[in-house]
């Protein structure tokens, strides 16, 4: 039979997995937001500025 300190063990090292699981998978969405974000301001930028601009920017950074 279990005492209550091996069953207290058990399920302290279960939820530290589980922690740890969550904390990875919020650290790898912060990352892809961020990504996200950079590409919204780039979108936001080129429908300020009208197609053309952004027509012309797009070449500039591609070299053509």
């Known amino acids: 039979m279990e ?3 091996t069953k207290l063990a058990v399920h302290e090292a279960v ?3 589980r922690y740890n699981s969550i904390d990875r998978s919020l ?3 912060d990352r892809r937001m961020t990504k996200i ?12 500025f009208g197609p053309g601009v952004a027509g012309e920017l797009v070449k500039k950074i591609l070299g053509l």
């Open 37 to 48: 974000e950079y590409l919204l301001y780039g979108v936001i930028v080129c429908v300020l």
């Open 3 to 5: 005492t209550v300190e």
């Open 15 to 17: 939820c530290l997995e």
């Open 27 to 29: 650290r790898d969405g």
